[in-house]
């Protein structure tokens, strides 16, 4: 009689340990929250699938390369290479996949009791000479980036390497499409004050 109770508690830990694995191999991966917060995943997902990713980056007012990094970090499935290009010509191209879901990790404060403009942010002298840090900020949050080239003399991803370059946030990708279809969209964060390296 034990050594049948002793088999049936094996089994039975067998047969848990196998359901913990199956489980845990369909999970939904796990993303950034500050990514979630920041970039629109499903209209992300809808324009490189309608698009080029050359001009959906246009479009948004960043570099290919940085919107192929964000589509990876937040599994956004892309089109195969080539897949335009056999469009174009009217050969058959693959399916488009499905969105799957994801988890999102939480973004935790690191100090609760500082909010983030109180804390100063280390900015280029030889910038902030050229550029007026909080008028550039304001315009980044009443305009895409498209609309103020001419103002500045850039381009919109020059203006966004800019953006980061002086520590301004900017509406993530996706911002302005909401904000024309009348959608909700994120705060605008607080203008952080700055404090300057020696300008060289």
């Avoid at 508690?9 to 489980?23: D, P, R």
């Avoid at 174009?88 to 939480?106: M, Q, T, Y």
């Avoid at 305009?143 to 900017?170: M, Y």
């Amino acid at each position: 009689m034990e050594l049948a109770s002793s088999s049936s508690n094996a089994n039975i830990l067998e047969g848990h340990q196998e359901s913990n694995f199956a489980s845990s191999q369909h999970e939904p991966p796990r993303v950034s929250g500050k990514l979630m917060a920041r970039y629109d995943r499903n209209q992300i997902y809808d324009d490189v699938w309608e698009a080029p990713l050359k001009k959906v980056a246009k479009k948004l007012g960043v570099a290919p390369e940085t919107l192929g990094y964000v589509c990876r970090k937040l599994h956004i499935p892309l089109p195969e290479i080539g897949y335009w290009n056999k469009k174009a010509a009217g050969k058959p191209v693959s399916d488009r996949p499905p969105l799957d879901a994801v988890r999102f990790i939480p973004v935790v404060l690191q100090n609760a009791q500082r909010t983030a403009g109180d804390l100063p942010v280390t900015v280029s002298g030889r910038l902030m000479e050229q550029y007026n840090r909080e008028e550039l900020y304001e315009d980044a949050w009443k305009f895409p980036f498209t609309q103020i080239e001419t103002k500045w003399g850039l381009d919109a991803c020059r203006l966004s390497h800019l953006c980061k370059n002086l520590k301004i946030p900017v509406p993530g990708v996706g911002y302005w499409n909401k904000i024309e279809a009348g959608k909700p969209v994120p705060s605008r964060p607080p203008f952080q004050r700055s404090k300057l390296t020696l300008a060289i």
